[in-house]
């Protein structure tokens, strides 16, 4: 069945560092791929998502790019903040509308 | 703004109850899904619908059971709660298929067992 493998935390950086999470899919045909946040003390929220092939998906600084030939989804950030601090999820929705998710990321920045 | 809306924030039940958690979505989505999350396992699939009526295993379905008889609500049964389920459970729920397929979620409830 279809799976999402992501990078094990904890992760801690200092501010204004880079940050990439690891993400990997196995699926039948092409899911879209999403990545959820979760902030301490709230509720998952979607943080970005990309539905085909060499989509880019963006918001609030973060990126990931779909890409089909390795399988991948990787979360980057160019210049964290404190505020980001967060559990970073990833997921994907297959052909049968289930939606897998990873085990999640706990990101830690430091001022 | 999408809600998503589960009965309860903090539940205490004790083991052998029948324990009845709903969530409702006013959305007009297709897709609801059931999940527990615990520390260091992540968000686990317990039981997913596509519609009406209609209900899938997810990863971990023992223990649990589910119902939908309306669009708009997908309830999680516990047919005997026990220590094990004590968790924080969380309802989501996403179009079936287009241009925006993702979930959203409720606030979770989180269900002590004793």
């Known amino acids: 069945g279809d799976s999402v493998t992501q990078m094990e935390g904890p992760v801690t950086l200092s501010e204004e560092a880079f940050l990439t999470i690891n993400c990997t899919y196995t699926a039948t045909g092409y899911p879209s791929l999403f990545w959820y946040v979760q902030y301490p003390g709230e509720g998952l929220q979607l943080l970005l998502k990309a539905t085909k092939a060499d989509d880019k998906g963006s918001n609030k600084g973060f990126e990931a790019t779909y890409r089909k030939e390795t399988t991948s989804f990787h979360l980057e950030k160019g210049s964290v903040q404190v505020s980001d601090s967060a559990v970073y999820f990833c997921?994907?929705?297959?052909?049968?509308?289930?939606?897998?998710f990873g085990a999640g990321t706990t990101v830690t920045v430091r001022a | 703004d999408v809600k998503v809306t589960q009965s309860s924030r903090y539940l205490v039940k004790r083991t052998g109850e029948k324990v009845f958690l709903e969530c409702v979505q006013d959305?007009?989505?297709?897709?609801m899904f059931w999940y527990r999350q615990d520390p260091g396992l992540g968000l686990r699939l317990i039981y997913f619908?596509?519609?009406?009526?209609?209900?899938e295993k997810g990863d971990i379905p023992e223990g649990y059971s589910v119902s939908r008889e309306k669009k708009e609500r997908f309830s999680l049964i516990l047919e005997s709660a026990s220590t094990n389920q004590t968790s924080m459970y969380l309802c989501?729920?996403?179009?079936?298929?287009?241009?925006?397929?993702?979930?959203?979620f409720g606030q979770g409830t989180r269900l002590t067992v004793v």
């Open positions: 959305m007009d989505h297709e897709n």
């Open positions: 619908s596509y519609d009406v009526k209609m209900k």
């Open positions: 989501a729920s996403g179009k079936r298929s287009g241009v925006s397929p993702e979930a959203f």
């Open positions: 997921a994907l929705s297959g052909i049968d509308y289930k939606l897998s």
